[in-house]
C-alpha cells in the first residue's frame, strides 16, 4: 500500500468494517501497475473527564470537563501506480490518489467553573451536532535518469494536489452565572475550505571527482486556499437560523508562493561522508480578507544551511552528526482574521500579521550492534532554536479563554537526550534491555498581556529482561516516567508528576504450527488531580494456527483489553494550563481472523492487509 489514510484513528473502535482489493501487475519487462482501493466505516462512542487547571498571575481556576462524544466514519481510498522503464537509464512513475471521507460527531459537554477557593463561578453546557465531508485528489509524476557516468542523477517530480472540506455544525450553549444573568447561545456554523497545490522540484547530482560531488536542487511550489465561515444565530420568530453573526463570519483567501534554490557539496572518502550546504528561499504571501476589503502582502528571503556527517567505524558502529535549518509559514487557519466560535468557551483568533519562525536544530546519534552476540546500543541527542516563534495570546472573560497566534521576539528551545541497548547475560538467550528518554524544553506565550515561560523537565527510563529462543520469546519490565512543568507567571505552578508501568510481553510457538501470545500492562498515575490517579490493567492475547507447507494461510483468535479497563489516562502541559484526562471508551474486543500470505517469509504477527 502507498499514500492516504486508513481511518483508523482511534483507540478501542468498537464498531468497525474494513475491506480493500489490491491489484499489481508486471504487464511486461518495461511497465508495471497497481491500484489498491479501501473502504472503511467505523462508529466510536466515547466519554471523558477532564480537569484543566489554568494558571495566572495572581490566583488559579479550574475547569472540570464531562463529555459524551458519537463519532461515525465513512472513508473511501485508491490509489493507482503506474510505472514504466523508458529506456536502461529513465524510468517515469505516476501516482494518482483520491480519497472521501465523511464524518458525523456528535458532542455534549459539560464545563463547571471553579475558582481557587473551591467556589463555582460559572456552569455552561454545550451540545454539538457536526457533519463533514472531505475530499482529496493528487497525483504525481516522477522521473528518474541515470546516466553513463557513474554518481551522474537527474531526478524531477511534478505534483498536483486538490482538497474540499464542507462542514456544517449545530452549537447550542447554556451557560449559567452565579452573580449575573443566563444566556443562550443557539448557532449554526457553515464552514467551507478548499486548496489547490502545485509542485515541482529538481535533483541535479554531478561526480566532479571520486571523492567530490556536487547536488543542485530547485523547488516551485504554489498553494491556494480560500476559507469561508458564516455564521448564524437562531431566529426565534421564524424559528430557522438565518441572523448572520458577523463577529464570528469572514471569507478569507490566501496565495502562498516559494521558490527555493539549493546548492550541496559532498565529500566521500573511505568511513567518511560529509554533505554541507544549504538553500536560498522567498516566500510570497498574499492574504485577502474578503470580508473586511482588506490584504496583506509579505515578502520573506532565508538563507537554510545544512551540514550533515557521517563516520562508518565498521558495518556495525556508525556516527552521524547533522545540523539544519528551517522556516514555516503560518497556516490559513492561523491567519484567518476572524474570531471561531464552534467552541464559544474556547475561542481562537487569526492574526493576518504573522511573519515565519527560524529554527536551528543540532543532532548527532551513535549507534553499535554485535551480530553474534545480539547486544546492541543505540543514542541521539538533539537541540533545537526556534526564533521568532508562534506563540499563544490568552486572555481570559469569566472561565472562557480567547486565544491568538502571535510571534514573540524570545525563543523556543527544545533538548533532548535518549539511549538503550540489550546486553547478553552469558551465552544464554537471556538480555538486560534498557532506554532512556531525557528532555527540556522552554516555550513562551503571553497569558492576560503577561509574558510567560513554562520549562518542562521530563525523564523516562525503562529496563526490562528478555528471553529470546527458538520457541519462546518473553519480555518482562518497568518503566518510570517524571515529568516536572513550571511557569514564570507563578511560583504556584511547579507540579510534578510520576507514572510508573509494569509490562510483560510473551509468545510461545506450540504444536502444529500454532502459536499463543499475549501482551499486558499495569500503569499507575500518581500526583495528579483528585480523581485522576488512577491505576489499570490492560491485557490482550491470541492463538494462531498456520496452514499448508509454506504456512501462509494463518487463523487466529484475538482478544483485547480482556477485563474491559476500557480507559485512557494521561495529563498534558499547555503552556500555563494543567490537564488531566481521563477517557472510557469501549475497548474490549474478540476478532476472528483469516489472513492469506502471498509471501512466507514474513513473521505471522506483522500487519499486511487481510
Not at 492576560?448 to 520457541?471: G, I, K, M, P, Y
Amino acid at each position: 500500500w502507498w499514500g492516504g489514510s486508513d481511518g483508523l484513528q482511534n483507540n478501542g473502535i468498537p464498531e468497525t468494517l474494513r475491506s480493500g482489493i489490491f491489484y499489481s501487475d508486471k504487464i511486461n519487462d518495461k511497465i508495471d501497475v497497481g491500484l489498491n482501493y479501501t473502504y472503511n466505516t467505523s462508529e466510536l462512542t466515547a466519554e471523558s473527564n477532564r480537569n484543566l487547571q489554568y494558571i495566572l498571575r495572581d490566583t488559579t481556576y479550574s475547569v472540570r470537563e464531562e463529555n459524551i462524544s458519537r463519532n461515525t466514519t465513512e472513508d473511501h481510498l485508491i490509489n493507482g501506480r503506474l510505472k514504466i522503464q523508458a529506456d536502461s537509464l529513465t524510468e517515469i512513475e505516476i501516482l494518482p490518489s483520491y480519497t472521501i471521507s465523511k464524518t458525523k460527531d456528535i458532542n455534549s459537554l459539560n464545563n463547571i467553573f471553579i475558582s481557587q477557593n473551591g467556589d463555582t463561578n460559572s456552569a455552561s453546557l454545550l451540545n454539538q451536532d457536526n457533519k463533514n465531508e472531505y475530499t482529496n485528489f493528487s497525483t504525481e509524476i516522477r522521473i528518474k535518469r541515470e546516466f553513463k557516468k557513474k554518481d551522474r542523477l537527474l531526478k524531477y517530480a511534478f505534483s498536483y494536489n486538490e482538497s474540499e472540506n464542507d462542514e456544517i455544525q449545530f452549537n447550542l450553549t447554556e451557560n449559567t452565572y452565579v452573580d449575573t444573568s443566563d444566556n443562550t447561545i443557539d448557532q449554526n456554523i457553515i464552514f467551507n475550505n478548499d486548496s489547490k497545490r502545485y509542485q515541482s522540484q529538481l535533483l541535479f547530482r554531478e561526480p566532479i571527482t571520486n571523492k567530490w560531488g556536487i547536488d543542485i536542487e530547485h523547488l516551485y511550489k504554489v498553494n491556494i486556499s480560500n476559507q469561508d465561515m458564516s455564521t448564524f444565530n437562531y431566529n426565534n420568530l421564524n424559528e430557522e437560523y438565518t441572523d448572520l453573526d458577523n463577529n464570528f463570519s469572514n471569507d478569507f483567501n490566501n496565495k502562498k508562493l516559494t521558490n527555493r534554490a539549493g546548492l550541496y557539496y559532498s565529500y566521500r572518502y573511505k568511513k567518511d561522508r560529509i554533505k554541507i550546504g544549504g538553500y536560498v528561499r522567498n516566500v510570497q504571501i498574499e492574504n485577502n480578507n474578503i470580508t473586511g476589503l482588506d490584504s496583506t502582502n509579505l515578502n520573506f528571503w532565508d538563507v537554510l544551511p545544512q551540514f550533515i556527517y557521517n563516520h562508518k567505524f565498521n558495518n556495525s558502529q556508525r556516527l552521524k552528526i547533522n545540523y539544519r535549518t528551517n522556516s514555516r509559514q503560518p497556516s490559513v487557519n492561523q491567519l484567518q482574521p476572524v474570531q471561531n466560535n464552534s467552541n464559544p468557551n474556547q475561542i481562537t483568533v487569526g492574526n493576518p500579521d504573522l511573519i515565519p519562525d527560524y529554527s536551528h536544530q543540532f543532532s548527532a546519534s551513535y549507534n553499535h550492534w554485535k551480530g553474534l552476540s545480539g547486544s546492541f546500543i543505540w543514542s541521539s541527542l538533539n537541540h533545537r532554536i526556534v526564533q521568532n516563534p508562534f506563540a499563544n495570546q490568552i486572555t481570559y472573560d469569566r472561565g472562557r479563554t480567547i486565544s491568538k497566534t502571535v510571534n514573540l521576539d524570545k525563543n523556543n528551545t527544545y533538548s533532548s537526550l535518549n539511549f538503550g541497548g540489550k546486553v547478553p547475560l552469558g551465552r544464554t538467550s537471556l538480555g538486560l534491555n534498557f532506554r532512556n528518554f531525557s528532555s527540556y524544553n522552554i516555550t513562551n506565550s503571553i497569558v492576560d498581556r503577561v509574558e510567560n515561560a513554562t520549562t518542562t523537565l521530563s525523564q523516562s527510563n525503562e529496563l526490562s529482561l528478555e528471553w529470546d529462543a527458538d520457541s519462546i520469546f518473553f519480555e518482562f519490565g518497568a518503566e518510570v516516567s517524571y515529568s516536572n512543568p513550571n511557569n514564570s507567571i507563578s511560583k504556584l505552578t511547579s507540579q510534578p508528576f510520576f507514572t510508573y508501568e509494569y509490562w510483560l510481553d510473551a509468545e510461545i510457538e506450540l504444536p502444529w504450527n500454532m502459536m499463543l501470545w499475549t501482551e499486558s500492562s499495569y500503569t499507575i498515575n500518581t500526583q495528579r488531580t483528585d480523581g485522576y490517579n488512577i491505576n489499570f490493567l490492560i491485557i490482550n492475547c491470541g492463538l494462531e494456527k498456520r496452514f499448508t507447507k509454506k504456512e501462509n494461510i494463518i487463523l487466529s483468535l484475538e482478544g483485547n483489553d480482556i477485563f474491559n479497563q476500557n480507559i485512557i489516562a494521561q495529563r498534558q502541559i499547555q503552556n500555563n494550563v494543567i490537564i488531566d484526562n481521563m477517557t472510557t471508551i469501549i475497548s474490549r474486543y474478540f476478532l476472528a481472523r483469516l489472513t492469506y500470505r502471498f509471501t512466507n517469509n514474513i513473521k505471522p504477527k506483522d500487519d499486511t492487509f487481510d
